[in-house]
């Protein structure tokens, strides 16, 4: 069962309405709605669950820094993520299922990371 987050809703997108920008955890990302069976409204806080999508080609790095979030890419849904590899779990702005990259690439376990994301998916 995947963990839900509170999530503040600060914008909807006018153009693209499954594109909405949240405050989580001190954090503001962009994300997109996969799934939603209700209508949101701007200004309100709501229960979410998240989902990482990532590039065949995964870029990750070592991050030196130890800086825990997300680096949102100009007006797309692409973003730096950063967090701790902590098993199959990537620990940043909230707990990421981090299975793929866990058993895909071992030698970033126990490491603080950066890596590169095509978006991260919402259900509300």
Do not use: W
């Not at 701007?42 to 990482?52: A, I, N, P, Q």
């Not at 098993?87 to 707990?95: H, K």
């Amino acid at each position: 069962m995947t963990k839900k987050y509170s999530a503040l809703v600060m914008e909807i997108d006018a153009v693209v309405e499954e594109a909405v920008v949240l405050l989580v955890n001190g954090v503001i990302a962009k994300c997109f709605i996969n799934f939603c069976s209700f209508k949101i409204e701007v200004g309100k806080t709501y229960e979410v669950e998240f989902e990482l999508v990532l590039p065949d080609s995964i870029s990750m790095v070592v991050s030196q820094d130890g800086y825990v979030g997300v680096e949102m890419e100009d007006d797309s849904f692409s973003c730096v993520l950063t967090g701790y590899l902590d098993g199959v779990v990537l620990r940043s702005f909230i707990d990421f299922d981090a299975h793929n990259i866990h058993y895909d690439y071992p030698f970033f376990n126990q490491k603080f990371i950066k890596i590169n994301v095509i978006r991260i998916d919402l259900a509300f």
